[in-house]
């Protein structure tokens, strides 16, 4: 029995499966059940949702000062004239800016990475937004750069490399400190984990 008996044939449901099947935190079996659920929705959930996709498919963009993803360019934290545009926090990914950006009282500016150093994917600087960081660091309103790297080996490689960066600067460069278990990626913590590490930050 093929795996798309009583589903239809390619390209229909099944291909709707096989493709949210890759979104992370969905397997096939998770897949299938979110199929069905859009497919008993299609009016109040699954068309809208492929509005969603498609318009957000055409407009997103990255920023071209921080690297965030976002309907504009610059972004919608590099243009609030509330954030505190003396702190820069620095993060890995994406996904990281929103975790942190949950944190109620940091409002500064960001700027992502897009990575970490790695020698064993063949990551190098070259390959980060490492530049461009130390550019944004040489600006005389910013006074603090905040390694918000995972706490994973990479991370801080990656955060040791860019304090040794940013040293010629004369900005005060900070780690997050206790809070943050060893090997603990940001986005998967909670936001009182993630309050508790951005308050106890520490010189590097």
């Known amino acids: 029995m093929s795996a798309s008996h009583g589903m239809g044939g390619p390209g229909t449901i099944e291909a709707l499966i096989q493709l949210l099947a890759k979104v992370p935190g969905l397997g096939p079996r998770s897949a299938r059940r979110a199929a069905l659920h859009l497919l008993k929705r299609r009016e109040s959930l699954m068309e809208p949702l492929a509005r969603a996709l498609k318009d957000t498919a055409q407009s997103v963009k990255t920023c071209s000062i921080c690297h965030n993803i976002d309907m504009t360019d610059p972004c919608h934290v590099c243009t609030d004239p509330k954030r505190d545009r003396s702190q820069i926090c620095v993060v890995e990914e994406v996904g990281d800016l929103w975790a942190m950006d949950r944190v109620v009282g940091f409002r500064g500016l960001y700027h992502v ?14 390959d980060l937004n490492v530049g461009q960081l130390v550019e944004r660091a040489k600006n ?18 990656t955060a040791h490399y860019i304090a040794e960066r940013l040293s010629n600067t004369g900005v005060t460069v900070s780690a997050l400190a206790h809070g943050v278990p060893v090997g603990g990626e940001l986005d998967y913590l909670d936001e009182g984990t993630l309050f508790a590490a951005l308050k106890a930050r520490k010189p590097v």
């Open 113 to 126: 990475l897009g990575g970490t150093l790695s020698a064993l994917d063949g990551i190098g600087p070259e």
């Open 140 to 157: 005389p309103e910013v006074k603090e750069v905040i390694l918000a790297t995972n706490a994973t080996v990479d991370g801080q490689t």
